[in-house]
């Protein structure tokens, strides 16, 4: 019997052992951790307002704290969580749509340049209506019209992005036969030559 369990636990483990030595390391643990938990409290924070506003407000300053974080990883993180990297691909976001309208979608270990394009754009969205949304609540500037319009079509821009964010991740997994959002919980894509 505990032969049978070893082989098993051996037949289990092969297609692991296989896809590791087929992916490369990508996406640190923190990093992960930060993209799935800022996920959750922004939506959280989009159901919640004037229904369940202490909810709503811890999940704000959440979200204020994990943009803190993403900040300082985007300096002191592991290579592809770095800020520097975006520059070149920003640049290159132009060419690369181009190209994607022809069915060229390149490859890229990191984030392809439409994925950094949409990574700057959720954190200035995200900072705009984190930042009103805790100004909206202070002495000062509660019931300011501009502070909560502002707060109101900033969250409402980040919801819209998260939407094209998703979409864009489903169709890069169909036209590149690989699942990213998987990539996002293991932290591993798939090894290629060349990768960027």
């Known amino acids: 019997m505990p032969d049978a369990v070893k082989t098993l636990r051996t037949d289990l483990a092969a297609p692991d052992r296989a896809e590791a030595q087929n992916s490369v390391p990508v996406w640190d643990r923190p990093l992960r951790a930060w993209h799935w938990a800022l996920a ?3 939506l959280v924070a989009w159901f919640t307002p004037t229904v369940y ?3 709503h407000r811890i999940a704000g300053y959440t979200v204020i704290a994990l943009l803190v974080f993403r900040l300082a990883w985007g300096f002191f993180g592991t290579r592809y969580s770095r800020f520097k990297r975006l520059m070149p691909r920003l640049r290159a976001m132009p060419s690369y749509l181009w190209e ?3 069915g060229k979608t390149g490859r890229y270990l990191g984030l392809n340049p439409a994925g950094a394009a949409m990574l700057v754009a959720l954190l200035l969205a995200l900072s705009v209506s984190a930042i009103t ?3 909206a609540v202070t002495v000062t500037f509660f019931g300011v019209w501009w502070v909560e ?3 109101t079509y900033a969250s409402d821009a ?3 992005l998260v939407i094209v964010h998703v979409l864009g991740t489903i169709l890069m997994s169909i036209l590149q036969r690989e699942n990213l959002p998987r990539a996002m919980i293991t932290g591993r894509k798939r090894r290629h030559v060349g990768g960027k």
């Open 40 to 42: 959750f409290f922004v």
């Open 53 to 55: 506003d202490r909810m």
């Open 100 to 102: 994607l309208r022809h």
């Open 133 to 135: 949304g805790a100004m």
């Open 149 to 151: 319009d502002t707060h």
């Open 158 to 160: 980040v919801i819209v």
